[in-house]
């Protein structure tokens, strides 16, 4: 009896212990738990609290990217606006008008291309008070045309004919292998007016139709097809068919024509927009 008494008090022992042991660990599970739910709580918050600055974020991308989307419209439409500006027509005003009536009220004194208001034209005319200070005065400022219009083609090689833009006459440099020379795209202001002929020399009108023709084909290969062609066709040696080294220097009428179609596509050049650069 008093074994058996011994074996209960050693079991009751060892359940006691056992359930010592089982608080222990139901204690330290509790601990853990506790922990681990205060982790993922601060974890939570961390989330959250992340989440929150990327949605500020996002929402102030979203306001910095339509502001910025607005700006840069705008920066477009005002290259738009500045694309279609026509540069040259602001310092050089030319006038043409048609060619029938250039030609028959020309027979009369009376009707020439214009460049700021100064006639451009072959020959002096008495009737018209046409003198030979107004026509290099419009010729110089054809000449400023065409040299500023090259400045804004850098591409461009003409290392054979140059022109010089000076007033009272403007001035036409050729360089070839054999040497070079000069030409006055008007008339000679160092000789009297009695000693000179009353037309511009046809070789100073040939070479500016070189000069002319080479910039605007060189226009119309870098633009491709977004510049509409000059009114009148040109090559090196002609403008609107016409053979300048066919002309006698006594054919007032064709070489006023030529004036005329050299005027004309003046005021084509004169008209490109920035957009056409």
């Known amino acids: 009896m008093e074994s058996f008494q011994n074996e209960i008090d050693t079991l009751t022992n060892a359940c006691t212990e056992q359930e010592n042991e089982l608080r222990m ?69 030319i006038q043409v008008n048609n060619m029938q009536s250039n030609i028959s009220t020309n027979q009369e004194g009376g009707c020439y291309p214009t ?54 006459c403007a001035k036409i440099l050729v360089n070839l292998p054999e040497g070079g020379s000069g030409y006055n795209l008007g008339f000679d202001t160092t000789v009297g007016d009695d000693n000179q002929p009353n037309s511009v020399p046809t070789r100073s009108i040939t070479l500016f139709l070189v000069l002319l023709s080479q910039l605007s084909s060189h226009i119309m290969v870098e633009t491709k097809t977004t510049t509409e062609p000059p009114p009148f066709e040109m090559t090196e040696t002609s403008i609107d068919n016409v053979d300048l080294t066919k002309l006698s220097d006594a054919d007032t009428q064709s070489w006023s024509s030529v004036v005329y179609c050299l005027a004309a596509n003046l005021k084509w050049l004169s008209e490109l927009g920035l957009d056409n650069k």
């Open 115 to 168: 460049i700021n208001n100064l006639r451009l034209a072959y020959r002096t005319n008495k009737k018209a008070g046409l003198h030979r200070d107004e026509i290099n005065a419009s010729f110089s400022y054809a000449a400023q045309l065409v040299a500023f219009t090259l400045g804004l083609y850098p591409s461009i090689i003409t290392s054979t004919i140059r022109i010089i833009p000076i007033h009272p």
């Open 25 to 93: 660990l139901q204690s330290c599970l509790m601990k853990n738990q506790i922990e681990r739910s205060i982790t993922i709580s601060n974890n939570e918050d961390i989330v959250h609290h992340e989440l929150n600055s990327l949605e500020i974020d996002a929402n102030n991308f979203g306001e910095e990217s339509h502001i910025v989307r607005n700006s840069c419209s705008v920066v477009e439409d005002e290259i738009g606006a500045i694309s279609r500006v026509k540069l040259m027509s602001i310092p050089f005003n």
